[in-house]
């Protein structure tokens, strides 16, 4: 019995991605004419059949899938749940089905694609957070309409949609020193994303702003965030702080219960303030300070980037930065000295 000749077959004899066989024999937009009929006419003459589509010309997709791909550990986590939820809602609206692949570290590190995207099943890309660098860019040479969510590099030529990560930053940082402190510590772990690199960029320009030199030993810029790690980097500290900025709700959280358990009064004795307004802000006892990031607004505006981009395909790349709001609560108060 002979082989079924495959979309693959097709990319191997033109030497070109499947990717694009796939945008030609669905009719989908991506492709030159004389690419098209190229890869028509090969077809054809392998014997491969496929619905003879005319090419679409409107920006407005009614059918068809879109591909969100993150790390499992960001699917992990209950912060990202909104996201990709919303997400699915907002695609639903426009007719849209859409199609999830968490990546593990070893699929990372052997560039692993979804069947979707190989065999050119999806119309758009949405990557949220941060995977790695290189294997963005491998999810880019498939050419698709790609946005990046709560994550963008010098590296990745492709659009993105984040939080003003520096300004919100500061932004709570000021609201520290308005309160009158002026020994204020930074908890976090940079490495991680470049979101948390921006809000330490964010950190340091508040103190600028205020007149304030930072103190180097209370940069822990290379914290893990796990309790054990947060209490050895603060309980090693000749002077303490009489407030923090923490670089996710779950560094404060974590510190928070700690300074509880050496009996220090939160805010009386020392302010926390942290970033997301996720439930860990909220869980914890007092309520903590934190900046809220409106996770539908968020989702909303990714979605139409991405459609943006598949109605114009030739247009610059564009960064969309969003404005978060502090939000003020017990965790945080007046500097006792």
């Not at 692993?112 to 999806?122: C, K, L, N, R």
């Not at 993105?160 to 510590?185: D, M, P, Q, W, Y």
């Not at 007149?211 to 303490?240: G, M, R």
């Amino acid at each position: 019995m002979a082989r079924k000749i495959t979309m693959q077959d097709i990319a191997n004899e033109l030497n070109i991605s499947k990717n694009s066989v796939s945008q030609a024999l669905s009719g989908k937009p991506g492709v030159s004419e004389i690419t098209r009929d190229k890869i028509q006419q090969k077809a054809n003459e392998l014997g491969y059949y496929y619905s003879k589509g005319k090419p679409s010309t409107s920006p407005i997709h009614t059918s068809g899938n879109i591909a969100l791909i993150a790390s499992d550990f960001v699917f992990s986590l209950s912060f990202f749940g909104e996201i990709y939820l919303t997400i699915e809602q907002e695609l639903n609206k426009r007719g849209m089905n859409l199609l999830i692949q968490s990546i593990n570290e070893q699929q990372k590190n052997n560039f692993y694609t979804a069947p979707f995207i190989e065999q050119g099943d999806v119309d758009g890309l949405l990557i949220l957070s941060h995977i790695s660098t290189d294997y963005i860019n491998h999810l880019l040479t498939f050419n698709l309409p790609t946005v990046l969510i709560d994550h963008h590099d010098p590296f990745n030529m492709t659009d993105s949609v984040l939080i003003n990560n520096r300004f919100a930053a500061h932004n709570a940082v000021h609201h520290l020193i308005e309160l009158g402190h002026k020994r204020i510590g930074f908890l976090g772990d940079v490495d991680r994303s470049p979101s948390y690199q921006e809000r330490f960029e964010g950190y340091l320009l508040a103190l600028k702003h205020g007149h304030i030199s930072p103190t180097t030993d209370w940069l822990l810029t290379n914290v893990d965030e796990a309790s054990e790690a947060i209490s050895k980097s603060v309980d090693t500290l000749n002077e303490q702080p009489t407030a923090w900025f923490c670089i996710n709700d779950g560094f404060g959280f974590l510190l928070l219960t700690h300074l509880q358990t050496k009996q220090k009064r939160i805010p009386e004795d020392v302010s926390i303030c942290s970033f997301d307004n996720g439930q860990l802000s909220r869980m914890a006892n007092p309520k903590m300070t934190t900046m809220d990031i409106n996770l539908k607004n968020y989702a909303k505006k990714a979605v139409d980037q991405l459609f943006w981009r598949i109605a114009h395909p030739d247009e610059p790349f564009q960064e969309v930065l969003l404005h978060s709001e502090l939000l003020v609560r017990a965790s945080t108060g007046k500097a006792s000295q």
